[in-house]
């Protein structure tokens, strides 16, 4: 079976699907593309946080409609890492990953990446509670899990949809890049495949550098 040269990459909030996009890339010397990229130039353009876009957004389609059109522009692409909420379901014939995480350990992440990443600072508050980054953590992934079922009938944070899913709370950000490297390598080579998952047990632990 001739397989489609194109990962995409999906994930819960604070799982490390922009680093791993980043590593796989330069592993398999593709091009990186990021619609989280064209979320954050909206966000600046218009001067809101992350939350308040994904409230207008429940209303204003065209945000997504915008986002989501460049993605289906990218199907007839080759070598590329896409990392995407919706990624998958625009192009199903790639190699489909999901990053999964304890949303205790997301929100710690994030709530650490906001004091010291001067992009997250923009799009959240700096002076932001570890509480209530777990509340927005929350909210945003109920509003996106609505609007998208309302858009599209998908819920972006189903496992089911993926061909590899890595649990990344005790894997390091260079092990989840390995694991997706190796296994789309051998994605590559098959003509089926069943859905892989992987974590590192408990007990033993990467150190953790997102």
């Keep these: 079976m001739q397989r489609q040269h194109i990962i995409t990459i999906s994930g819960k909030p604070g799982s490390g699907k922009s680093s791993t996009a980043d590593q796989v890339a330069e592993l398999l010397s593709y091009t990186r593309f990021s619609s989280g990229d064209m979320v954050r130039k909206v966000i600046k353009q218009r001067k809101m946080t992350l939350l308040q876009f994904n409230k ?31 990624g998958f379901y ?22 650490s990446d906001i004091q010291e990443n001067e992009k997250r600072s923009t799009e959240n508050s ?27 009938g ?30 789309y390598k051998k ?13 590192v047990p408990l007990g033993y632990s990467h150190k953790n550098q997102y």
């Design 56 to 86: 207008r957004a429940v209303d204003d389609h065209k945000l997504d409609h915008n986002i989501d059109e460049e993605l289906r522009q990218l199907r007839d692409s080759s070598d590329i890492v896409i990392d995407s909420r919706l």
């Design 90 to 111: 625009w192009i199903p014939e790639s190699f489909k990953v999901y990053l999964d995480l304890n949303m205790d350990v997301a929100s710690a992440r994030i709530f």
């Design 126 to 152: 700096l002076s932001a509670s570890l509480a209530t980054v777990a509340h927005d953590v929350k909210a945003r992934m109920e509003n996106e899990r609505a609007r998208y079922q309302a858009l599209y």
């Design 154 to 183: 998908v819920d972006p944070y189903n496992s089911s949809h993926f061909d590899l899913v890595i649990n990344t709370s005790r894997h390091s950000p260079q092990t989840v890049a390995l694991t997706v490297y190796d296994h």
């Design 187 to 199: 994605w590559l080579q098959s003509d089926t495949w069943e859905k892989v998952y992987s974590e």
